[in-house]
């Protein structure tokens, strides 16, 4: 189904996520960096250098216009993300090298803020209109913000599973990647989840009750929606 843009500023709507992520990120420390997360194969310290990695990217495509037509939107987008497990194998070992190379994970995260910062004030200065290119597909710049506060929010909920002290995801970032998760599912949810356990269920991150499959009918076996 077409995506519908809500009222809210796809940049003030990255703003809450980047930045509910980052309030996260400034508190950790070297051994709490090792700690595990919802990735599996991953720690701490390797999601952050993950999530660095797509705040690069989502620099680099504000700064790419795009020649063509958009082929995706902020809910499409999505439809490429299913499970591959070689790729998923070759992304962990790739990931968990690269970010022990910081010698201290402060250097990390000193570098993730940084980056955050700049995406946020690119977002800002950007026409949501405006063509733009990532990862083989052409998207408005609006819906790709909105790409990039959804991947945020969702390893947001990863992060924290073994900082059960941290603060957890924005309201904004959870409400776009519920707007998101209806919008792949072409409805909203029938059953009654908070944003939190829904973004869990639709990626694949926790199971279905039994009671979920009889509310969800046939659109059981369309879960996870994306992973």
Not at 190 to 215: F, I, K, M
Request: glycine fraction near 8%; include cysteine.
């Amino acid at each position: 189904m077409p995506y519908e843009a809500e009222g809210q500023c796809p940049a003030d709507v990255l703003r809450a996520a980047y930045g509910a992520f980052d309030a996260v990120v400034t508190t950790l420390t070297d051994e709490r960096s090792w700690l595990s997360t919802g990735c599996a194969g991953w720690s701490v310290r390797d999601l952050v250098f993950h999530c660095l990695s797509d705040a690069q990217r989502g620099l680099v495509a504000l700064h790419t216009p795009a020649g063509r037509t958009p082929d995706r939107d902020a809910v499409t987008y999505w439809e490429d993300w299913r499970p591959d497990a070689v790729g998923a194998a070759n992304g962990r070992r790739f990931t968990r090298v690269v970010a022990s190379m910081f010698l201290h994970v402060d250097q990390l995260c000193e570098l993730y803020s940084q980056t955050v910062a700049a995406v946020v004030d690119a977002a800002a200065g950007a026409a949501p209109d405006q063509y733009v290119a990532t990862q083989g597909h052409v998207l408005s710049a609006g819906d790709l913000i909105r790409t990039l506060a959804v991947e945020a929010t969702i390893h947001h909920l990863d992060l924290v599973v073994s900082l059960p002290d941290a603060p957890g995801p924005s309201a904004e970032g959870l409400g776009q990647t519920r707007r998101t998760l209806d919008g792949l599912l072409g409805h909203p949810v029938p059953v009654p989840w908070d944003d939190a356990q829904y973004a869990r269920v639709a990626t694949g991150r926790a199971s279905l009750s039994s009671g979920d499959r009889e509310r969800l009918g046939v659109d059981a076996a369309r879960f996870p929606l994306f992973a």
